[in-house]
Each structure stands twice: as C-alpha cells, then as structure tokens.
C-alpha cells in the first residue's frame, strides 16, 4: 500500500503548476467484520476501501475535492486529472481564506507496523469454540485488518502511517438485558487471553444472577471502572471540552475551567500523548503531533488543542490537532487506589461498569447525564451484594472530577476506539477508575 | 458504469444467490462560520458491496474496484465468508427467501442544486450568517449541504435502480454573557429531499433564530417540576425517533445489536397486544412521503417500499423489520433493510416515521393547558439501551400559565420512561400545527453506520411529565 500511496502522491504533486501549492491525503482499510449474535455468526463480510483528499491552493485560496479510489492507477489517475480540472474551475471563485495555514518545510515521517495478526478466520474459529465450551450467550462484534494514512504536499511534507489490528467488543447475557461486557484489542492475537477474557466475563454473571436491586434516586457513594470512566472523558473530549475554538467561543463544557473560575482536583490530570496513542502524528494538512500535550494538570487548566485554523484565528501556537480539536490519544494520569482495593475502598455503594449514552444537562456548565449498563453492583461493606438495574445520573463533571473525587485507580488502562463510522478509528484511550465520594442517580 | 448489470452476472458464483448493490454519492458542503467559508467539503464516493449466499452462511465484500478483477475478487471473498461461517451462522439461511425486484425510482427536484450558481449559494450564506452578528454573539454559522446519490441493486434476473437529492441547511449562534451561554439553531433538522426549493424560510431564519437567543439570555432557568409539555414538531422528530422508532426495530428485538446500540423494552410477543400510548398515538412507517428526507422505493435488500401502520390507536402492530429479520422472527415487518453507503451491510432502520395529525389546534392545546411548558428545537438527548428511560433536552422553552404561553425559560429539560410517556399524550395537533423533519446522523450497527430518517409530526401535548432546568 505504501508504494501505491507514493506512486499517488508523486501523480498528485507532479500536476501542480508553478503558483500552485497541491497536496494529497491518503486513507485506506482492509477490514474483516464479523458480528456474533447468541454465540453464532450473524454477519460476517469484509471491506477493501481507499479515500484520496486532493488540495489546491492558489492566491491564498484553497479547494479540496475527496474520491474513492478504486486502486487501479490507471483509473484513479484519470479520477485525479478531472479533480484537478474541476478545482481550477472552481478556485477562482472562492473568496481568500484567512485561515489557511498548511505545514511547510521539508518533513518526512514513517510509522509501519509489521502486521502480526492471524486471517480474521482463525479469530472468529477462536471466539466461536471459547463461546461454545463456556456454553454462554454471547454477542458481539470483531473488527480486525490493516489501517493506511499519508500525507503528501508540494511545500516538502510527506508522511506514511500503517498498522494492522483487530479490536473484538462483546457481551455475556445471562438472560434479559442482564449481560457483561468485555474487550480485547491489540495488535497481536493470543487465543490464551480471549480464554481468559471469556472466563472472566463468564465468572462475573454469577453475580449477576442475583435478585437485581432497585435504587432509589439519590446520592451514592460509586466507584468507575475505567471503561465507565471513559465515557465520561469521552464525553468531555468530543464537546470541545479540550478545544481552543470551544474554549474561546464559550461553547466548551470545561469553560469554568478555561475561564479560571472553576479547577477540578489535584488528582486529576489530563494529556493528549501522541507517543503513547496509536494514531497516525500528522493531520489533515500535514501538521506533526507533538508528543504530548498536558490539558489538565493536576487540576489546573493547561494548554488547549489548537488547529492549524484556530491557530490563525486567534493568534495561537498550533500543537498539531485536526480540525475537530479533539483529542486522539487521551491519557489520564493514575492514582493511588490499587484496582484489587477498589471494592474496600467503596465500601457501600455503587460499582459501575459501564456508562452508556451519555450527553447533557447543561453543556456550558459541564453538567453531564448518561446511563448505567451492563455490570453494575450494589455494594456493601467491601463486598459485591447484587447487580443494579440501568439508572440514570446527572452530575457536574467539576463535582465529578472535583469535590466528588476521592481517589484514582493505581492502574491505567488501556482502550482502543471501538468506533467504525465511516472507517476504522485510530484514537485510544489510556485511563484508572475513579472513586467519588458521590454520583447523583435521578431515574 | 456500462454492462455492470452483464458483467456481475457472468461472474456469480457457485452459491443460492448473489447480489451487487452499487451507490454513488457526491456531497458538497458549504459553510461559513464568523463571516469565513470554511473549507468546502466536495466529496464523492462510490462503490459496491457483494452479498453472497452458500453452504449455510451468509457473506458480504465491498470493493470499490468494480472491474471484473475487483467483482470477481468481492465474490470471492463474500463467498469464503458464507462457506466458513455457514455451519455456525445464527439462523438458518434457508428461511430466507432474497428479493430480485426490477424498476426504477428518483427523488427529483424543481430547482436542482446546479441550477444556482456558486456565488448566490454562498452568497445567501455570508448573508445568513453575517445577519446573525449582534451583541453578546460569539459564534454564528450557516450552512448547506447537498447530495446526490445512485443506487443499483443487481441480482441474476432482476435489476433496480433509484436516485436521490437531498438538501439540508442549517444555521446556528451562540450568545454568551459571563458563564450564561445560551444558543439557537435550525436544529440540523431541516434536511429534506429535493433541491433549493426546499430551503423555505431559511433566508429569514437569523431574525427569529437571534431574537431567541437573546431572550434566552435574559431568561430564568427553567421550572422543575411535574407539569404538562407541549412539544413543538422539531422536538417531536427526536421524542418519536428515540423512544419509538429504535425500541421497535426487530434486529433490536432479536438480540443483533446488544453489544453496542442495545436491546428494547418491546419484545415479539407485544406486537398486536401492546398499548404502546394513548388512543391518539398513530405512528406509520411512510417511504412514500414527497420530499421527506428517508423516501425510497426500494430498501436496500430489493423490497419495494410501502406504508405500513406501525402502531394504531395507541396499539402496537408492526415492528420495523426487514424481510431478514421478519423471517427470523416469524411477523410481518416493513421494507427497512439499509445501509449508510457502498461499504456497509444493510440492517434494520427506521427511514420516514411518522406521527400522525390529530384534531387539534394549537391555539386550543394551549388554552387547555393550566401550568406547563412548550419545548422547541433538541440540544440533548439520552436514553437507556432498552429505550425507555430518557432525558432530552431544549434549546427553547416557554412556560404555559393559565392557558397562555408567557415568559421564556431557558436551560429546559424532561425526563420518564417510554410506555408511560406516550401513554400521557393528550392533544395531538392538526394540521396546522404539523412539520416534516430529517436527519442525516441516525448511527447504529456494527460496523457503524450513520443512516437518513425522516420524521413528520404536529405538535402534541403531555400530562404529568417531570421537567427541570440546567443550573
């Protein structure tokens, strides 16, 4: 793939005309699907798709036109000649953009992963016979294959990013909507670790098998796995929470923060670590990502993510964020609660092993809601007493991350995005548990 | 693509039966935020996906290599996938009896897309937009967003082919005062099929859209307390898409989506028995509808569309189910079976539902309301994954004292369960009162996929709802 995406690039700077400044962002997949209901398959199917994002730019204008390549040079070079007769029609008759701010200088980067993953097939034999030996319900789905990006322009950058993995999500249920949830993801299988995994997951519903307990709503003590933990920062994360145009335009749900008129705990610190995610380090118009980007530091607002556009608008330094400015590879410092203490730590209340639709109350203010799912336990004097029927919370994330947080777990861990809209995601996630002194449950 | 059709058939495989389905798309999305066009968005994507069914199992590849190499290549794989996993597949494939339809179907438009010039696009939007800059506005944009999409689906003996254009505008600011942050929007929900013609009112939205939010500005936080919600149709579109149209998809039903979009409170035995609302609740499953945003003539597995009464008089009657899952289940469904583009396998969706008009006017809705709130435009919404306990938030509330409508509140927010909410509804709205809406973003599936809906409502009126504001 890597010789096809210079054979583009080369294609694509080679049309450009003196004046002109072209470049060309490559992605592509090669992903094997694979959906599992009750234990069996339900849709298995496989995707080969590539994306070329030519850019022309001219008298501080910019046009940019996105084609499916069907990897045929001949016919996608043909599909890139009528790309660039369509943006030269159409430059001329947009205005100059004020924030056009393309990465220049000579810059080359390379990050190819040698793909150690088994055929898909030899995967989904795995999960089917630990399904059937452990006689357990189980649904799920499994994305796996490699993952191509690049990036190519006349002003000297040119970027290669590769790897290959697979990321299987799934539910054990019980019966009803009682399940739990698991993940395995990573970029070399291991037949042994899903066995686990599976025991685990299936050790886990014996709990679940008790009578459920109904929760009034209230306050209660809880402690967040990471996985529940994560929707939270998630949440934040694709709101703006950490985005310099979010930020600026009082539309960020951690404004208070940014403001000065609010800080979270001491506890609490949040970096975007570029080194320890697995994304590709260069944006759409060719901006490296640093290696990390401190956002919260011990409760105090550090620096936001700025693009290359907010950069120009505001009069800001640029730290290489796409446009969107969200975070890609979110980390989140530890604590001090070992994950084996975290249930005497709790003591009574309320252990929390998913969230889920999480959106909210008042976004301006950070007060956030969401659901409780899957695994979910009442718990008493250290120890687990029943599983917890789907409550609702609405809570601020300055108490949540604030006056509410006792402790973080000693562990981090780490989460690949699950997500497969429009393609395969690179971001990841590295984050503890957290311990609150209280969560406000209203439904 | 000639002899696509010709050239897919000489290519099939040893199997029970095969089909291409090739989309299209091209989409351009203009946008100007703070007086600045964004870069524009031109983006045009086209493939196919093969779906193949042998030895037990059922296979999907997408290409977007529609050569002969490239079919043959996709079949073959698609082909590989049913054969492995056939003797392990979740259901008997035999049950399933695939559509070979033939026909065409287009979505037209009285004045296309092309028709008006770039300049008087972007005009219209540096207009918008610059007409939305007053005091205390910290962001405002403006945007449109058109497609074209093509769709064949080929199977060896028959061959349908549908086309569509859609356009959605939308436009959007932001006002802050200190930490009181307040916004109005078209809500992204104005998206329809056709061309500008379509756009309506949207050259005089910044009037109305600033207004409000400067007086959400000046607002109190809204009320708590159980009281009675009028929901302007806007809203209506996200109340009948999160607690009605997920929970009754049969994929749902059927355990498909547990790992990720989540089950429902409905199971196959409520449907025909189940009083899913009050007598006034009619909702219809409606491909047909001109111009709504999810119309088509065919779904995307070769069923031909029609209007089916998904629940009538307040009883459930019929799931939103393709012919897959109908089989599986063993009910009578609808022609939902659709999938975001080339490169994702179609599964069970909602596409036009709609709410159907009642008898009453607004005017009476009102009067006849002691103390409640009337709720416009969504800017949150939350909801179990059975669907049934939610929280949905507005950008624009207005309490109803003594059968009036009187002072504006901002920050308002409701919360219940499913069956006990429509089961409170109390007043639909006539005619006058009705609205057609859309959305491009209705995600679901693994893999992911985001999908079109329409939704078509008046304004309706509920009792005893629990509402609270945001500070």
Redo the contacts between chains.
């Keep these: 793939m890597k010789s096809s995406f210079n054979r583009l690039a080369d294609y694509v700077l080679a049309a450009g005309r003196p004046g002109e400044i072209v470049s060309v962002r490559f992605a592509a997949e090669q992903?094997d699907?694979?959906?599992?209901?009750?234990g069996?398959?339900?849709?298995?199917?496989?995707?080969?798709?590539?994306?070329a994002t030519i850019r022309l730019v001219a008298h501080g204008r910019?046009?940019?036109?996105?084609?499916?390549?069907?990897?045929?040079d001949a016919?996608d070079f043909r599909g890139i000649d009528e790309v660039f007769v369509?943006l030269r029609e159409?430059l001329p008759?947009?205005?100059p953009?004020?924030?056009l701010h393309l990465a220049a200088g000579e810059a080359h980067t390379e990050y190819a992963e040698v793909p150690r993953l088994p055929p898909t097939?030899e995967m989904?034999a795995n999960i089917?016979d630990e399904a059937g030996a452990a006689n357990v319900d189980l649904?799920?789905?499994l994305?796996a294959g490699a993952v191509w990006a690049g990036y190519a322009s006349s002003l000297g950058q040119r970027h290669w990013f590769a790897t290959a993995s697979f990321n299987f999500?799934?539910?054990l249920?019980l019966s009803g909507?009682v399940?739990v949830?698991s993940s395995y993801a990573g970029a070399a299988w291991n037949p042994a670790v899903l066995h686990e995994k599976i025991v685990e997951g299936r050790a886990a519903l014996s709990v679940l098998a008790r009578p459920p307990k109904l929760l009034a709503p209230g306050s209660y003590r809880t402690w967040l796995t990471p996985a529940a933990h994560l929707e939270l920062l998630q949440l934040a994360n694709d709101w703006g929470g950490f985005s310099a145009r979010a930020a600026?335009?009082?539309?960020s749900p951690l404004?208070?923060l940014w403001?000065g008129?609010q800080t979270l705990s001491p506890l609490l610190s949040i970096s975007e670590d570029a080194v320890g995610g697995v994304a590709p380090r260069f944006d759409d118009e060719g901006w490296e990502r640093p290696n990390a980007v401190p956002l919260v530091a011990s409760g105090q607002p550090g620096s936001l993510l700025v693009s290359s556009r907010s950069a120009l608008?505001y009069g800001l330094t640029p730290n290489g964020a796409a446009r969107e400015e969200a975070a890609q590879s979110l980390a989140m410092g530890t604590g001090t609660l070992p994950a084996a203490g975290a249930l005497a730590a709790l003591g009574t209340g309320l252990w929390v092993g998913n969230l889920?639709?999480?959106?909210?109350?008042?976004?301006?203010?950070g007060?956030a809601?969401?659901?409780t799912?899957f695994a979910t336990f009442w718990v008493e004097n250290g120890e687990v007493v029943a599983p917890v029927q789907?409550m609702?919370f609405?809570d601020s994330l300055f108490r949540i991350w604030g006056s509410e947080l006792e402790a973080l777990g000693a562990e981090a861990e780490t989460m690949l995005s699950g997500?497969?809209?429009y393609r395969r995601s690179t971001d990841s996630f590295r984050l503890p548990g957290a311990l609150l002194r209280s969560l406000a449950l209203?439904? | 693509m000639p002899n696509l059709a010709a050239r897919f058939r000489a290519l099939l495989p040893d199997a029970e039966f095969a089909s291409l389905r090739v989309m299209d798309e091209r989409t351009e999305t203009l946008t100007v935020r703070?007086d600045?066009?964004q870069?524009?968005?031109?983006?045009?994507?086209?493939?196919g996906m093969v779906t193949v069914h042998a030895g037990g199992?059922?296979?999907?590849?997408?290409?977007?290599?529609?050569?002969d190499d490239?079919l043959q290549q996709?079949l073959a794989?698609?082909r590989a996938?049913?054969v492995?996993?056939g003797s392990?597949?979740?259901f008997p494939t035999g049950s399933v009896a695939p559509a070979s339809p033939a026909g065409t179907w287009r979505g037209g438009a009285t004045r296309p897309w092309s028709t008006a010039p770039?300049?008087d696009r972007?005009d219209l939007l540096f207009d918008v937009c610059s007409r939305l800059r007053a005091e205390n506005v910290?962001?405002r944009t403006a945007s449109l967003m058109q497609i074209e999409t093509t769709s064949r689906y080929i199977t060896a003996t028959g061959e349908v082919e549908q086309s569509w254009v859609y356009l959605l505008p939308d436009a959007s600011v932001?006002a802050?005062v200190g930490?009181?942050?307040q916004?109005r929007s078209l809500g992204g929900g104005r998206a329809a099929q056709g061309g500008m013609e379509t756009l309506g009112d949207f050259a005089d939205t910044p009037t109305e859209l600033l207004a409000d939010v400067q007086a959400l500005l000046a607002a109190d936080d809204c009320p708590s307390g159980a009281m009675d919600v009028v929901l302007a149709p806007d809203q209506m579109m996200l109340q009948i898409h999160e607690s009605i149209g997920h929970p009754l998809e049969l994929d749902r039903i059927?355990?498909?989506e547990?790992?990720?979009a989540?089950?429902s409170f409905v199971t196959q035995e409520m449907f025909g028995a189940f009083k899913y609302g009050s007598p006034l609740l009619n909702i219809t499953f409606d491909p047909a509808l001109a111009g709504e945003f999810a119309s088509y003539g065919w779904d995307d597995a070769g069923t031909p569309a029609e209007r089916v009464w998904i629940i009538r008089n307040g009883l459930l009657e019929t799931p939103l189910g393709s012919a897959l899952s109908q089989a599986r289940a063993g009910i009578s469904g609808t022609a939902n079976a659709r999938a975001c583009s080339w490169?994702?396998?179609p599964?069970d969706r909602m596409a036009n539902l709609n709410l159907e008009v009642g008898t009453t006017p607004f005017e009476a809705m009102i009067a006849g309301i002691e103390r409640g709130v009337y709720l416009k435009t969504n800017?949150?919404?939350?909801?179990?994954?059975?669907r049934d306990?939610f929280?949905f938030?507005c950008e624009w509330g207005q309490l109803i004292e003594g059968g009036k409508l009187t002072k504006v509140v901002r920050?308002p927010?409701y919360?219940g369960?499913s069956k006990a909410f429509w089961q409170s509804l109390a007043h639909v709205g006539d005619a006058g009162t009705w609205g057609k809406f859309g959305t491009p973003y209705c995600?679901k599936g693994?893999?992911?996929?985001?999908v079109r809906v329409g939704h078509a409502s008046p304004a309706c009126h509920f009792t005893n709802v629990?509402v609270?504001g945001?500070?």
Excluded at chain 2, 57 to 67: E, F, M, V
Excluded at chain 2, 446 to 450: L, S
């Design positions: 992903s699907f694979v959906r599992f209901n009750r069996k398959v339900r849709q298995p199917g496989s995707v080969d798709q590539r994306v910019q046009a940019a036109a996105e084609r499916t390549l069907s990897g045929s016919a369509a159409r008759l947009l205005p953009d004020p924030q097939e989904v089917l649904v799920g789905f994305a999500e799934w539910c249920y909507n399940a949830k600026k335009t009082s539309q404004l208070n403001g008129k608008e889920w639709y999480t959106n909210w109350s008042n976004r301006f203010i007060r809601t969401g659901m799912r789907a609702r609405d997500s497969t809209y209203t439904l | 703070q600045v066009l870069p524009v968005r031109d983006v045009r994507d086209a493939g199992g059922i296979g999907y590849a997408a290409t977007a290599d529609l050569s490239g996709a794989r698609a996938w049913a492995a996993t392990r597949f979740a770039l300049k972007l910290v962001e932001v802050a930490d009181r942050v916004s059927l355990g498909d547990r790992n990720y989540g089950t490169n994702r396998p599964i800017r949150s919404w939350s909801i179990d994954d059975q306990k929280q938030g920050n927010n919360r369960r995600g693994e893999p992911n996929q985001v629990d609270f945001g500070e």
